[in-house]
């Protein structure tokens, strides 16, 4: 997921495959920490310098492999001093996020809300193969323009799902606007509840590489047939069968494509 760098500083990485040959190509992991604005910070046991409510760091360039990074804030609140721990799995060239405020202050989202850019919504439906005969399923739909776009360049069904109450308005407010409330579906709904057994013929997702992987059981349920298109993040270590790259004002998003026969066989 394309992020503005606004604060970075070297990762160290625990975890170190060794046989790799060092004309690989590599590449650097970046991880996003939402923590009280006056707690410190450690990643592998080295306190950051960093301060904020919001911070940004980036590895050093890194050669394929698994990593796993233990990442840890202590700070003050009404009940004590309070200290809270993650590991974290990441692959070179992920974006993660991860939150350690306490619950009441986090938001209902899982991830930030960010809108898929007008080109690679246009790129994945191409990617997918839509047909007027699709369902599309949308998780995490944001303004709702991958559903939206989809009724009007196709003509197919396609609903759109969004834990954000505020993001669903959005959408609805699109799909009145471009007229396609016959074919679209806006619901309020948590994504990782919902039966995927039944229903879409293609599956969209912008996510984090953590959250796909929860995603994962329920996608391998999936009829035969079915697509899934994810933006910019992998699904878990499964090669895709199909993958592109598009060129964006904001810079490049990979953009992938899996079967459901593909996902249930790893």
């Known amino acids: 997921m394309w992020r503005n760098l606004i604060l970075a500083t070297s990762l160290f990485a ?11 190509p590599r590449k650097t992991v970046t991880i996003e920490v939402y923590l009280p604005e006056c707690a410190r910070l450690w990643i592998e046991g080295h306190e950051t310098k960093s301060r904020g409510p919001k911070r940004l760091f980036v590895s050093p360039p890194l050669p394929p492999g698994k990593y796993t990074y233990s990442i840890t804030a202590t700070y003050t609140s009404p009940d004590g001093p309070q200290t809270v721990t993650r590991l974290i799995d990441v692959r070179p060239g992920d974006f993660e996020s991860i939150d350690l405020r306490p619950a009441e202050m986090r938001p209902i989202t899982d991830v930030e809300y960010e809108p898929t850019p007008q080109k690679v919504v246009d790129a994945l ?47 609805i407010t699109n799909v009145r606007q ?3 409330e016959r074919l679209v579906t806006i619901e309020q709904r948590d994504i990782f509840t919902l039966d995927l057994s039944k229903g879409p013929t293609i599956v969209t997702l912008y996510l ?59």
């Open 14 to 24: 625990c975890v170190i495959p060794v046989g790799r040959s060092e004309l690989e």
């Open 125 to 171: 439906l191409q990617l997918a193969k839509v047909n007027r005969q699709d369902t599309i399923w949308d998780l995490g739909c944001g303004d709702g323009r991958i559903p939206v776009t989809a009724a009007r360049q196709y003509g197919c069904k396609a609903t759109g799902f969004d834990i954000d109450p505020d993001r669903v308005k959005d959408s």
């Open 178 to 180: 471009n007229g396609v």
């Open 208 to 266: 984090l590489p953590h959250l796909n992987a929860k995603m994962l059981p329920q996608l391998r349920k999936l009829p035969p047939g079915t697509r899934v298109i994810s933006v910019a993040h992998r699904m878990a270590d499964i090669k895709p069968d199909e993958q592109i790259v598009v060129e964006t004002e904001l810079g490049e998003f990979d953009v992938y494509l899996w079967k459901a026969e593909t996902l249930r066989a790893n």
